[in-house]
């Protein structure tokens, strides 16, 4: 028998997610259209392409804190067993989805000798572990969460080397790289830890945590500060100043996401936490509902999954587009493990163009996202609904 607790919408939770959904639609825009070079390598960077990929920083471990806590409210609908089974099944799904339908939105091809495990990939495996986790106490699963997340940098000196055949293991788990069968290639962008512990530190947080929000964000982002400037622990790569202020506060912000440090997640869930808090507060202030532009925000963060998977084609289109614009060739875009984009394009293209097309391609996205909430709400609890 299900569970009859009430279940309530927090408003908060869809327009944070909502938000890091369509900041997240920039990176990937920029990812097709602006290929070469890492932005955050302060060698070739410049502040304004800095900027545009750290603000990105802040949607994938938001989206997995997010995904934890939605599990958790999904439990006040059922009970902990159809719980643990659903977080399996879509667990499961997302893998599938991940090696399949967004890896054909990448590279637009069907070649079937390299794939890639990014955000999705570790998405599905963290509700497959977290599946497991809820049937603890709570307790518990907050240490094993703040284990995972506050210890795991304690391993970085490890390599997947050491483990001999079982190497793969370490790479799935901690360290980036790929695994190779025959001729296929699986590249793990995003290993698992500590992006289990993300998720299982939101399960736990939706029990309680948003009434204690505006405590724990802001305290996240002092603990960043904090350990940041002392360069003790929490990420592999010190910060040291730079040629002026402007690079100095790069170097401090340029935290490392693969896999995510300590002090990556404090700096992106601290403040992430405390919007959360805020939005609350407003609301809870005279009953004062969410301001009107903020709807199509709320909106986005309703069907994360539907706009995700347009998105990311969309994203490889305008990387087309551009390529054919401007060499009449856009035969990379097709070809796997190339960094998503046509190698031709300069690493210099112009900002601007990328924030025309992200602002575009969000805007055509709104009609299909709102068309896909409709059919949710009218579902009458469609199970495979669920899974989008």
């Known amino acids: 028998m299900s569970s009859s607790r009430p279940f309530v919408r927090v408003e908060a939770i869809d327009l944070l997610r909502g938000l890091v959904m369509v900041v997240m639609a920039l990176d990937h825009v920029r990812d097709n259209m602006m290929p070469l070079g890492d932005p955050v390598d302060l060698a070739t960077t410049w502040p304004a392409l800095f900027f545009t990929r750290i603000v990105t920083h802040y949607c994938a471990p938001t989206f997995y804190f997010l995904a934890g806590v939605a599990a958790y409210y999904s439990s006040l609908k059922r009970t902990p067993a159809e719980v643990s089974r659903f977080l399996l099944s879509r667990g499961l799904w997302l893998v599938f989805l991940e090696l399949s339908v967004v890896r054909f939105g990448w590279y637009f091809t069907w070649n079937f000798t390299y794939f890639e495990g990014l955000t999705i990939w570790a998405l599905g495996w963290s509700m497959v572990a977290l599946a497991g986790l809820i049937r603890l106490p709570k307790w518990a699963l907050v240490a094993v969460g703040l284990t995972v997340v506050v210890g795991h940098n304690a391993l970085d000196g490890v390599k997947a080397e050491a483990f001999g055949p079982a190497g793969f293991l370490w790479t799935v788990l901690h360290a980036p790289g790929a695994i190779n069968v025959g001729s296929t290639t699986l590249w793990i962008a995003y290993p698992l830890i500590p992006w289990i512990g993300v998720m299982a530190l939101g399960y736990a947080f939706g029990a309680d945590g948003i009434r204690k929000a505006l405590r724990i964000g802001p305290a996240m982002i002092a603990g960043f500060v904090i350990l940041r400037f002392s360069n003790l622990y929490g990420d592999p790569h010190a910060w040291v100043v730079q040629k002026n202020a402007i690079y100095t506060v790069m170097a401090f912000l340029n935290c490392e996401k693969y896999p995510p440090s300590l002090l990556y997640l404090l700096m992106t869930l601290g ?32 069907v994360p999954m539907f706009y995700y998977l347009l998105h990311i084609n969309l994203a490889h289109l305008a990387g087309v587009a551009v390529a054919l614009y401007r060499f009449g060739d856009a035969h990379t875009l097709f070809e796997m493990g190339t960094a998503f984009g046509n190698q031709k394009l300069p690493s210099n293209s112009p900002l601007w163009a990328i924030y025309v097309v992200w602002i575009l391609m969000v805007a055509m996205l709104y009609p299909a996202c709102r068309w896909f909430a409709g059919v949710k709400a009218r579902g009458g609890g469609k199970v495979w609904l669920s899974y989008l």
Do not use: D, H, K, N
């Not at 004062?288 to 199509?296: G, H, K, Q, V, W």
């Open 271 to 302: 403040p992430s936490i405390t919007i959360i808090g805020l939005v609350e507060w407003w609301r809870r202030e005279g009953t004062r509902t969410l301001p009107a532009f903020t709807r199509p925000i709320v909106l986005f963060g309703r």
